[in-house]
């Protein structure tokens, strides 16, 4: 399996990670700084009365500033900021008000050097945000409701994240009917990874999401984690596991699903096996537990050091 990183390997055999130069105390200030040789954590900053895990916790700028920057000072890599929930049977909002929700904290987290993904299903949110200071676009309805995003991200020359998804959040749970779930996936993103190369984006910048809940029941989800060998010859590959419904259903008990918070420890184990099986970011919500999870398995595969934050480079 070759990992999706720009690794290097000491005289003495450690793997050493390449880290562009931090010109910022908080954040590592752009796409292009992002360390090379290990996972990334990617915080998820939900700016929404009605998320299926924190909706309405961080619903204010004023609370969703202080939240991303927590992130960022935690070990945060990236903060994935979203004004619109995309959980199951979640509602529909109008893309001035999600924008009202999220323009102002991503000025201010990227003001701060924090490197910010915009989570959004419309084209016009998008470049709204990177007018902001965004850096990448998230675009987790993997092209299928707003075809003008894959053209923005290569008119733009910015990262985007494809995710893998059928449908939209009204309808994507019945749509989660594979013969063959991996292979299925698997042709589906290339067919869209090639799309996006074709809208001029640039293979450096394309990152693969497999959509884990998304058009995903139960066992397909662990049939894709345990694929991501697999996964990782598309590129860049992002998990998005945290705290997710198939999370809960495997440490259910006779009382139900683990509820929502309650499901981290989980979460960091699946972070610390995407980590060491090459994935390139991990998407979560609790990111301390993550750091940890990932500096442990970097330090396992010999990635030297397994974690630094920009302040750490002597700026």
Known sequence: MSAPHDAASSPDG???YHAGPARHALGWGSFDALPTGRTLVMGILNVTPDSFSDGGRHDTEAAAVAHGLLLAEQGA?????????????????????EQRRVLAVIRELS???VVVSVDTLHSDT???ALDA???IINDVSGTNLD?????????????YVLMHSRGTPQTMTSLADYDDTVTEVLAELEQLRERCLAAG???????????????KAGEQNWELLRALPRLTGLGKILIAASRKRFVGALLATQDGPRPVDERDTATAAISALSAFGGAWAVRVHDVPITVDAVAAAHAWRGVAPPVLHPRDMGN
């Not at 929930?85 to 001035?96: A, C, H, K, N, Q």
């Open 126 to 128: 998008a470049e709204a």
């Open 133 to 135: 200071g965004a850096h």
């Open 201 to 215: 984006i640039r293979p450096e910048h394309l990152i693969v999401d497999p959509g884990l809940g998304f058009a």
């Open 14 to 16: 450690v793997r050493a």
């Open 147 to 159: 075809p003008r995003m894959i053209e923005l991200a290569g008119d733009r020359g910015v990262p």
């Open 77 to 97: 890599d990236i903060v994935d900021v979203g004004g619109e929930s995309t959980r199951p049977d979640s509602e529909r909002v109008d893309p001035r008000e």
């Open 111 to 113: 003001d701060r050097g």
